[in-house]
């Protein structure tokens, strides 16, 4: 059976699987991102998990290789734009021409690829097989470690002039004044917002210390931690403010939530809705909030959607 290999790169995590013609996902290998090794040890990880998957499939039938990767991506060129810290020297990798040679090299074959952000990615996932299926405008908002975001509008992802748009975690938020985030700069959403954000927020209203992380920070909450409570409200609330503004720009038919953070629910997710709805004008105050379907699995499902789509291109 045909199938496209979809990849996804992210910040912590790298993932592989084989996707089929109607976005089945066969099995997914992960490993580890060498973060802080450089593009050069991304791309070679990424190879190597590529070559487990292809290993488990008949010959002959790898038909595309689709990937979602952390960045601002210049798709036409397949290149990354810029990045935050989490990947270290990422920015300015010619991502889809180096794994075009990785995998010509390591497995021999030469197949159309296609290189795009994760965030549109996992919209793209969610708009095929997802919560969003069928759905022509909508915002999906992914919260870990960071914050990304994406924009469909009439069932295309919207990437801008600078490769740029739905760069949600980075837009500069009430509260976050000081805030470093890791852009550089300060002030931004994904400061207060992010897994990352609400371990500081927590530390700053004087949480214990001995708390690792972010997920140590929910557990807390979930044990009755007034301050880790008082943490997620905040970071809740923060990202609220920040979809009340998208929504105001783009008035979605439907916003997604997905990420690492959305198994949180309970009390941040009531924040989230409950700033939405107090701070947009009346006729967006019902646009739906959902918790996109797909899980861990989007990106891949979205990365493979493109790849099959420049099958079709190419043929
Ligand atoms: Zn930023």
């Not at 759905?135 to 919207?158: W, Y």
């Not at 105001?248 to 997710?269: A, K, Q, R």
């Amino acid at each position: 059976m045909e199938y496209v290999l979809a990849v996804d790169i992210g910040g912590t995590k790298l993932a592989a699987a084989p996707v089929d013609s109607d976005g089945g996902v066969g099995e997914v290998r992960t490993r580890a991102t060498p973060a802080r090794k450089g593009a050069p040890s991304v791309i070679t990880a990424v190879i190597a998990l590529c070559r487990e998957v292809v290993a488990t499939m008949p010959d002959d039938d790898l038909r595309a290789v689709g990937v979602g990767a952390a960045g601002v991506v210049d798709v036409p060129r397949g290149r990354v734009v810029s990045s935050t810290d989490t990947l270290s020297g990422w920015a300015g990798t010619p991502l889809r021409d180096l794994l075009a040679d990785g995998l010509h090299a390591a497995l021999g074959i030469r197949v159309p690829l296609h290189v795009q952000n994760d965030a549109d990615a996992h919209l793209l996932g969610e708009a095929w097989t997802g919560v969003a299926a069928g759905v022509a405008d909508v915002l999906l908002v992914a919260i870990g470690t960071g914050v990304g975001a994406s924009v469909l509008i009439g069932g295309a992802v919207h990437r801008g002039a600078h490769h740029v748009a739905g760069e949600f975690g980075h837009i500069p938020i009430a509260g976050a004044q000081g805030l470093y985030c890791p852009c550089g700069r300060e002030g931004h959403l994904e400061a207060l917002a992010s897994g990352t954000g609400l371990h500081r927020r927590y530390q700053q209203l004087g949480g214990d210390p001995s708390v690792a992380d972010a997920r140590g920070v929910v557990a807390r909450s979930n044990g009755g931690d007034a301050m880790a409570r008082a943490a997620l409200q905040d970071a809740g609330a923060a990202l609220g403010r920040g979809i009340a503004a998208s929504l105001t720009m783009l008035d979605p038919d439907l916003v997604v939530l997905t990420g690492g953070f959305v198994s949180v629910g309970g009390s941040w997710l009531d924040a989230v809705r409950n700033t939405v709805e107090a701070q947009v004008i009346t006729p967006l105050a019902h646009t739906p909030l959902l918790v996109g379907s797909l899980g861990g699995h989007a990106p891949l499902v979205g990365a493979a959607a493109s790849a099959w789509q420049l099958t079709e291109e190419t043929t």
